[in-house]
């Protein structure tokens, strides 16, 4: 076996014990790497129904084949589990040293299961591994925990850490690491906490497999200076993806207000040229270039590193046009470990739930200060208040009533990416089939909808188009593990990724091998929802309400009185699932499922739901 370990690290933290499991060739071949593993490990090994908060849930760290070599981008780290937000399969990938020094360790996968009995650190140097105290920083944040961390061991070891999110089992807690780098918004940071796992450390020390290591170093760092050369002529990374807002604002796509109106007249105050002018420093991913953390000095001093998301969720979507203020709920949001889109969004809902008269509370859109508390109260659970704003807006939504759910701002439990799509219906079916709930990662459809279709189309073209996405961002990129960035932001070609996998494994694969592992892990995914969830209907795969309502349409501005039409928006769906080889609840039917070689899987499904 080239190209792949062939070993998993399963750690147990109740007994103290790990092992290293072999990896079948058929195994690696049929799942590839991080999310193919991570979904397919956790399928043959939870049962569905188990806490995700519990000891029988499992987190996975998984890497790719390409995962840390000299190639573009290839930083990245997949971890999942069973999600405490979403109640499914759930994951995320980060930019983290794990990468490269997990590869190095020997393996092509950490499985963490069972509770430690006190907070701990996991030390993993190759075939070593420990079981530490974290009392220490136990309690403590993100940036101070990772300084314990570099203290102790340097700068050069992996690191995955939590912080009072996690530990406290805010539903939307992330993993976090680098001092920049966040991962998992389904709760992958709760699921450690709830392990009284504090952080990951890694070191390896071993050459990471490759069939033409030589061939792979030249064509790799070849690349690498070709995609930095893009980069420095087109200027991508001065604004990064904070770039992305104006456009937005322009095109009536900007979360503004809970998700209320499409564009505001202050968005230019924290947009990408606002930040450019603003940077203090730059962060990147391990062997990236392109560099897209843009960090400026929030309202109390802080280094806080920026993205579109944050800026859109944290900024706009909570009427928040003081980026210094937008930077402090960025950093309080790294600091605790949450997941600032889902922090946004559930700060935006429970200000509008107080707007529209569904609760009481003080909290307006605008007021930062009192965002800042209330993140502090929600990564600490602190009263009751913030055990509900921990628990994420769809929860929140089902305590308040007064059919509040329509405005709370999520698909199957996953708050909305910062994409408004009022009048975007491509955007919106994004959403609604993402296989882990609306996460923009899996297909993001927007600018090609608004530049090269007409906007109220609701055509099969679309629906073609989020399975080309899919099977790239979410497929490809997410098992064969690497940053989409040089593909999305430099058109850099994804007819690279075959040549480096080929390079690395020795195979000879074509893309159309790589669409259908793609298919393949996105099949299971929706076998792990259909087994959790047996009743789902394609209402699951629905965007928010309130996107439907006329009464919310705009007013004025590009798309004045236009909203999604319901009937047109499930005649999208289903040139989806007809796309897919997917049945009327958007389930795969035994007939993909066989061709995907997922016969076995859907006998596994069968037992606990219908499959057609
Ligand atoms: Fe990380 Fe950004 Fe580079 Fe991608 S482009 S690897 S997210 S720094």
């Known amino acids: 076996m080239l190209g792949w370990?062939?070993?998993?690290?399963?750690?147990?933290?109740?007994?103290?014990?790990?092992?290293?499991e072999s990896l079948t060739e058929e195994f690696v071949r049929t799942w590839v790497g991080g999310r193919g593993f991570a979904a397919k490990i956790l399928y043959d090994e939870l049962k569905p129904g188990i806490d995700p908060l519990g000891p029988d849930n499992k987190l996975v760290v998984a890497l790719g084949p390409i995962s840390g070599i000299p190639a573009p981008n290839t930083g990245k780290t997949v971890v999942a589990a069973k999600s405490p937000l979403t109640g499914f399969y759930g994951d995320g990938n980060l930019g983290t040293r794990v990468t490269e020094q997990l590869r190095k360790a020997g393996y092509d996968a950490l499985i963490v299961e069972g509770k430690a009995a006190r907070p701990t650190m996991l030390y993993i140097e190759d075939d070593r591994v420990e079981f530490l105290p974290a009392d220490e920083v136990w309690g403590k944040g993100t940036f101070v925990t990772n300084d314990w961390i570099y203290g102790k061991y340097g700068k050069g070891v992996g690191v995955l850490n939590i912080g009072q999110g996690g530990e406290n089992l805010a539903r939307y807690a992330v993993i976090r690491s680098m001092e920049g780098r966040s991962g998992g918004r389904p709760g992958m940071g709760a699921v450690m906490g709830s392990k009284l796992l504090k952080a990951i450390v890694v070191k390896g020390t071993l050459p990471i497999p490759q069939a033409d290591p030589q061939g792979m170093k030249a064509v790799g760092t070849g690349d690498l200076k070709k995609i930095h050369q893009i980069d420095k002529d087109t200027g991508w990374s001065r604004q990064g993806t904070t770039?992305?807002?104006?456009?937005?604002?322009?095109?009536?796509?900007?979360?503004?207000?809970?998700?209320?109106?499409?564009?505001?007249?202050?968005?230019?105050?924290?947009?990408?040229?606002?930040?450019?002018?603003?940077?203090?420093?730059?962060?990147?991913?391990?062997?990236?270039?392109?560099?897209?953390?843009?960090?400026?000095?929030?309202?109390?001093?802080?280094?806080?590193?920026?993205?579109?998301?944050?800026?859109?969720l944290l900024g706009s979507n909570l009427n928040v046009f003081d980026l210094d203020q937008v930077g402090s709920l960025n950093y309080l949001c790294d600091d605790y470990g949450l997941d600032t889109m889902s922090a946004g969004c559930t700060l935006s809902f429970y200000a509008d739930a107080i707007e529209h008269g569904a609760t009481m509370g003080d909290f307006r859109f605008g007021d930062a200060e009192r965002a800042k508390e209330l993140l502090r109260l929600a990564a600490h659970r602190e009263g009751k208040l913030g055990n509900l704003l921990a628990d994420g807006s769809l929860r929140m939504a089902r305590e308040f009533g007064h059919g509040s759910e329509a405005y709370a701002m999520q698909v199957k439990g996953l708050e909305v990416a910062a994409y408004n799509c009022k009048f975007i219906p491509g955007m919106a079916l994004a959403f609604g089939v993402s296989p882990i709930g609306a996460h923009h990662r899996e297909a993001w459809i927007i600018t090609f909808e608004l530049k090269n279709t007409t906007r109220d189309s609701y055509g099969p073209e679309k629906a073609a188009k989020v399975i080309e996405l899919q099977r790239i961002r979410g497929g490809l990129f997410e098992y064969i593990v690497s940053c989409r960035f040089p593909w999305i932001e430099l058109g850099w070609s994804v007819d690279n990724y075959p040549k480096y996998f080929n390079l690395v494994t020795g195979l000879d694969w074509t893309l159309d091998d790589m669409w259908k592992v793609a298919d393949r892990v996105y099949a299971l995914i929706k076998l792990h929802y259909i087994r959790e969830f047996p009743n789902a209907t394609r209402k699951d795969d629905y965007p928010p309400?309130?996107?439907?309502?006329?009464g919310n349409a705009d007013t004025e501005g590009p798309i004045a009185d236009k909203y999604l039409e319901a009937d047109k928006y499930d005649q999208l769906l289903q040139h989806y699932y007809d796309g897919r080889g997917y049945d009327d609840r958007g389930i795969p039917t035994r007939a993909t499922l066989g061709k995907l070689g997922l016969s076995r899987e859907a006998e596994a499904a069968a037992k606990y739901a219908t499959l057609t």
């Not at 370990?5 to 290293?20: F, M, S």
């Open 5 to 20: 370990a062939g070993h998993i690290l399963r750690v147990n933290l109740t007994n103290k014990t790990h092992k290293k």
């Open 243 to 312: 770039g992305v807002l104006a456009w937005c604002n322009e095109v009536a796509g900007l979360p503004v207000q809970n998700f209320r109106k499409t564009s505001h007249p202050e968005a230019w105050k924290i947009d990408g040229e606002r930040l450019e002018k603003a940077r203090v420093a730059t962060y990147g991913c391990p062997t990236c270039t392109m560099r897209c953390g843009i960090a400026i000095h929030d309202k109390e001093g802080h280094e806080a590193e920026m993205d579109y998301e944050n800026i859109g």
């Open 545 to 550: 309400a309130v996107w439907f309502d006329p």
